[in-house]
């Protein structure tokens, strides 16, 4: 069975941090692509950062190029998404996904940055 299990969400005040995790199974973790997305109220469903299943390659939507970083843990099946200098406009529910012959979407993470 097919599991994408996102963690490390919560609330936040503006300029602080928060580490996402995407814990996979169920499918050969090395041979994905993996990438976050977010969504907020109202609004479409939109890429945040995307990395090859190798690493070698990474991928940042311009909004959060200097302040998010993704990397993954092939070995513990995990990807993370570090944000920093968080802003009020980062509030979302953060999906991360799998991509290759077929993908997989996470249940998604709830992230609010207010003060």
Request: charged residues 15%.
């Amino acid at each position: 069975q097919v599991q994408l299990v996102e963690s490390g969400g919560g609330l936040v005040q503006p300029g602080g941090s928060l580490r996402l995790s995407c814990k996979a199974s169920g499918f050969t973790f090395s041979s994905y692509a993996m990438s976050w997305h977010r969504q907020a109220p109202g609004k479409e469903r939109e890429l945040v950062a995307a990395i090859t299943s190798t690493g070698l390659i990474i991928n940042y939507a311009d909004s959060v190029k200097g302040r998010f970083t993704i990397s993954r843990d092939n070995a513990k099946n995990t990807v993370y998404l570090q944000m920093s200098s968080l802003k009020p406009e980062d509030t979302a529910v953060y999906y991360c996904k799998a991509d290759s012959i077929s993908y997989y979407w996470g249940q998604g993470t709830q992230v609010t940055v207010s003060s």
